[in-house]
């Protein structure tokens, strides 16, 4: 991308920037406004404790990976982050730089940052349309684990910022990030809850009710609140689930994969343990590309090798996309809700 062309994408994506919109962004950003409706206060807590190590004054040389599947809330739990050094009226807006690695609703025709375009964000912000200011900045690279060889520019440093990173592909490599980061790294996980924790954190509500409820709906923060306020998961959240989950798959996939097809073939041929030789028939490929495309799955959140779906929420997306699937049987998604 030409540096004038990722000026433009770069404007758009910090408001704040501008005098005007300082005090009024908040309200047209979709991931705080979405919270704003339909809020999960664990989560919300969850989030902050995450990342409660960046403060209002960005510290050269720090920097902290948020990883987690996709729909957990990273982008949320890193506005919050934002709206909180914000509200510091000392703060310099302009040392704030929000760079959307994936494109989002606002420019849903352009292609994912390449790692040409993060590193001169990281270290040259200035040449690609930046403002000037005073001191470290505080830079957050949203969604960068969609950009190629994202793991090599996070790990050559930010110099005179510190640096903030959400990933929804993670995988082993990202515990070796902080010993290559040549300043301090700290790698945070979000993930959906699961039932103990909803169970402990609500004790008089009814446990067989909460088991009930966590099967139809699952843990990821966005559906529990719609679930207890529209009784149902919208429709909304089910398709930016899935196409989220979709474009993490696809990155490394063999074949054009449709991941209602893979969830569905999951449902009718795995026991506690995923076998790729039972699902292979089912999905027309062999043994190791469904090897390959589960360890994928894994790195992306979707999979736990040892308890399969990681989400009740998970089963239930084939009938939540099209109506006329049948859906998993409960006794099916409770085998395994731990």
Known sequence: MRPSELAQVLRAANPWWSRHQRATWVTQDPELEQRERHEWVPATRTGRTALAEITATPRSGAATVLVGPRGVGKTTAAKDVVLRVLSDQTVDPRAILWVPVEPGPEQPERDPLEPSDLDNALRRPTRVGAPACDGPRLVVLDEASVSEDWIDIVAGGAPHAQLLVTASVAGAVVEDLPSRYPGQMSVRYLRPSTLAELLTA?????????????????GYPRALAEFRDLGRVSHEFVELLEEGLLKDIGVFALHPVQLDEVITAMCATAG???????????????????????????????????????????????????????????????????
């Open 202 to 218: 609500k004790p008089g509500a009814d446990p067989e009710a909460t088991r009930t409820s966590f099967i139809r709906h699952g």
């Open 272 to 338: 506690r343990f995923i076998e790729p030789g039972l699902l292979a028939p089912a999905l027309g490929m062999s043994t190791g590309e469904v090897a390959y495309l589960l360890a994928r799955m894994a790195d992306a959140g979707v999979i736990d090798p040892r308890r399969g779906l990681v989400d009740p929420l998970l089963h239930q997306l084939p009938a939540l996309h099209d109506p006329t699937a049948q859906p998993p049987s409960e006794r099916h998604v409770a085998a395994f809700t731990f």
